[in-house]
């Protein structure tokens, strides 16, 4: 990096200037609204000013230019100091901010991508280093670019164990251009936090995480200027000692104003003392210009070079063909990326990783991390993402997950070992919620593929549907149901067994839609005829098709699901069909926490296998009769 100069005078006091005037504007729109953390504002100040007017390269009149320098925003309840910033750059107009918070305005309490300086959203503490991870593992490693990635962090956050699987993670991968600014200011919501202005406590763990720390007065830009032109051989971390609400004098370093807006008279006080600091200046300061070294990149049309390459009646374990179909992705565009959670053995994404090892990244026993990291790689439209683990883990990683959403993220994750045909691996392995966690999600995509050919057609799609997708896959092998050449759709159900006379139909996905079809093929010889849809997407649901051949079945619809009752298949069709009138439906779900076993034989145990299946509609059957 190049050599530190120190500042001028001028330029100093006009950083200064441009602090105290990110204090006014941040006290001017927090009153203003009657919400917001002015206080938590005031603390970084100086770090901003230094950071967009001395440190980072960007156009300020293009945001998202994928040239520019990265802001990350992690402690996002101070969001008005950002937007206060972006109105120092002329992005925003002044009269802006008093919009803050108002249900038409694109200022809201926290960070959101409304804002194009916005990548991800922040505002659920312990989460923005992560995504800086990936923001900068995509700059070192797939764009080879001399962008950096700056992350401001609140020492409230330091507690969430996140934090520290991503201080690992960018050590591991030594993000030289990564750098961590730690806002000390001592308190927190409602006490102090643990380490309270103890600076060389938070620089000896950083130091013990692999991180270069330096810690600085964070309101003395002086300071923050050299430290932040420090030459860099690893990540950085620097570990700010600030006061809360400087410059509020009753507020300073005091508990009780965490998210309290300053009433009307004490902030026209403030502010006017504010404004008396402010020195004149003939020094203007505009952020340097960024190197243009980024690749142009288009994710526009990422589809498979060719048909599936399975054949009617071959096994494969659907996670395979995840892995099978990742590394035929991958062939035809090398902006496909993939991580795994050490578990590329399992979900096989290893197929992938033996493929295109430069583009894969092992994320280690640490979901959370993962998926932030998957944001921060796939912000801006750098890089089609994939992410995998055990469908069960990804429970821990929810935060992130419905984050990610309102980021608008575009990441692509895949949960293997789902149900009970995990087997013997037992019910902590089991994932018999993870339908319920991602059906909650707005605008998320929900594949359930049943075979090689729906999973290699689930991840095709995935690439190129926006938000974020799930991918359900299974542990066994089962057979493939559907010809190469078979075409599908995001929310398009199949019918894969039916005949003329049907008197049920069945709704299944997954490995229970090859459990259907043998249950309607030995209800056959009982001349019992039904028919069994799979609906390859749970969300959105193709209820329109059910809805039709449920009608021809005189109404009779029967769910089975390797799933618990709560949240899954079952009530995704019920809720579907709330308002339809002529219709009865019957459920098969997991009802209890299970136990090991061999998948059929907990399929049996839990009632979701062929016999049950065959019982249920005997079962059904007989009912209407009798109703006759």
């Not at 000896?204 to 430290?227: M, P, Q, T, Y």
Request: glycine share 6%.
């Amino acid at each position: 990096m190049e050599d530190y100069h120190k500042p001028d005078q001028q330029t100093v006091q006009a950083l200064r200037n441009i602090a105290n005037r990110l204090r006014i504007n941040s006290i001017k729109a927090t009153t203003a609204a009657g919400s917001g953390h002015p206080t938590s504002c005031c603390s970084v100040a100086e770090i901003m000013s230094v950071l967009f007017f001395h440190t980072m390269k960007y156009r300020p009149e293009d945001p998202r230019n994928f040239n520019n320098d990265r802001f990350i925003l992690s402690k996002g309840h101070a969001a008005p100091a950002l937007y206060s910033m972006w109105v120092e750059t002329g992005f925003l107009k002044e009269s802006d901010l008093l919009s803050l918070c108002q249900v038409d305005s694109t200022l809201e309490g926290h960070p959101t991508p409304r804002q194009q300086f916005v990548d991800v959203a922040t505002g659920s503490l312990g989460q923005g280093l992560g995504v800086a991870c990936g923001m900068a593992y995509t700059g070192k490693y797939f764009d080879k670019s001399s962008y950096r990635v700056y992350c401001l962090l609140g020492d409230g956050e330091m507690s969430e164990g996140s934090v520290w699987e991503a201080m690992s993670f960018a050590s591991y991968y030594q993000l030289d251009n990564l750098v961590a600014i730690m806002d000390v200011n001592r308190l927190g919501q409602s006490d102090p936090a643990p380490l309270q202005h103890h600076v060389e406590k938070y620089q000896k763990r950083c130091e013990a995480f692999g991180w270069h720390a330096i810690i600085v007065d964070g309101h003395s830009v002086e300071e923050l200027c050299k430290a932040l032109s420090q030459p860099r051989h690893q990540p950085t971390a620097i570990i700010a000692k600030t006061i809360k609400g400087k410059g509020i004098p009753a507020a300073e370093d005091k508990l009780g104003w965490h998210a309290k807006a300053l009433p009307k008279d004490m902030a026209e006080m403030v502010m006017k003392d504010l404004q008396s600091r402010i020195m004149n200046t003939s020094k203007h300061l505009y952020p340097p210009a960024p190197i243009e070294d980024s690749p142009p990149v288009s994710l526009r049309n990422i589809r498979m070079p060719s048909a599936p390459n399975y054949k009617p009646g071959e096994k494969i374990a659907t996670r395979k063909a995840y892995g099978v179909a990742l590394a035929k992705l991958g062939r035809y565009n090398e902006r496909v990326v993939v991580l795994d959670g050490d578990t590329n053995n399992l979900t096989c994404s290893e197929i992938f990783k033996n493929e295109h090892p430069n583009r894969f990244v092992e994320c280690y026993i640490a979901q959370q991390n993962m998926v932030s990291v998957a944001m921060g790689c796939a912000a801006r439209e750098r890089n089609v993402v994939f992410a995998s683990t055990l469908a069960s883990f990804f429970t821990r990683a929810y935060d992130q997950i419905r984050m990610a959403v309102i980021s608008e993220s575009n990441i692509n994750l895949c949960g293997s070992h789902c149900g009970l045909s995990t087997g013997e691996e037992g019910p902590s392995l089991m994932a018999l919620e993870d339908m319920a966690m991602f059906r909650a999600l707005p605008n998320a995509t929900i594949f359930y593929p049943s075979d090689g050919v729906t999973t290699e057609k689930a991840v095709e799609l995935a690439a190129t549907t926006k938000g974020i997708c799930y991918i359900r896959t299974s542990r066994q092998d089962n057979a493939i149901i559907y010809n190469s050449n078979e075409d599908f759709h995001v929310g398009q159900a199949k019918v894969v067994f039916q005949g003329k006379e049907d008197q049920v139909t069945v709704v299944a996905a997954g490995v229970i839609v090859h459990e259907a079809i043998a249950a309607a093929e030995h209800l056959k010889k009982e001349r019992i005829s039904v028919r069994v849809i799979d609906p390859f997407t749970i969300k959105p649901l193709d209820i329109k098709t059910i809805i039709d051949h449920a009608r021809v079945t005189r109404g009779r619809i029967l769910t089975v699901e390797d799933h618990y009752y709560e949240g899954g298949l079952g009530e995704a069709v019920s809720s579907a069909m709330v308002n339809e009138s002529g219709f009865t439906l019957h459920r098969l779900a997991v009802s209890h926490v299970p136990r090991s076993g061999k998948p059929h034989e907990l399929l049996k145990i839990y009632g979701i296998d062929r016999d049950a299946i065959a019982q249920a509609i005997r079962k059904m059957l007989s009912s209407s009769a009798n109703a006759k």
